[in-house]
C-alpha cells in the first residue's frame, strides 16, 4: 500500500528557498516515476517536477533553473528544492508515485499525500 507525508511548506519572501521532502513508501523507486504536484486555489492542479526510474528529470517551464527534484532511494524520500520563489508558486504542495513512466498529468496518478503549503509573499 503506497504511503506518502510531504513536508517542509512554509511562508517565505519572495527570492527566498525551501525544500519540500515527502517521505513514501510501498512504491518501487527503480520502476516507479515520483513527482511533484502543486494546486493554487481555483487552480488546476499541475506537475511542477518527476524522476523516472532511471533517474532522468523533468521539469515543467515556470520552474526551470529554480527547482530541482531529487530522491533518496535509501530513505525511500523524495525532495524538491525550491529557490528563487516567486509568489505564483504559492500553491499546496503534492508527491506522487506513478508505475513506470513520469507523466505530467495529474489524473495518471492514483496516489496522494495530504500536501504541505507553500507561500511566498511578495
Known amino acids: 500500500q503506497v504511503h506518502l507525508v510531504e513536508s517542509g511548506g512554509g511562508s517565505v519572501q519572495s527570492g527566498g528557498s525551501l525544500r519540500l521532502s515527502c517521505a513514501a513508501s510501498?512504491?518501487?523507486?527503480?520502476?516507479?516515476?515520483m513527482g511533484w504536484f502543486r494546486q493554487a486555489p481555483g487552480k488546476a492542479r499541475e506537475g511542477v517536477a518527476g524522476i523516472d526510474g532511471a533517474g532522468v528529470l523533468i521539469y515543467a517551464d515556470s520552474v526551470k533553473g529554480r527547482f530541482t527534484i531529487s530522491r533518496d532511494s535509501a530513505q525511500n524520500t523524495l525532495y524538491l528544492q525550491m529557490n528563487s520563489l516567486k509568489p505564483e508558486d504559492t500553491a499546496m504542495y503534492y508527491c506522487a508515485p506513478r508505475i513506470s513512466g513520469c507523466s505530467a498529468s495529474p489524473d495518471q496518478y492514483n496516489y496522494w499525500g495530504q500536501g504541505t503549503q507553500v507561500t511566498v509573499s511578495s
Open positions: 510501498g512504491y518501487n523507486a527503480r520502476r516507479d516515476c
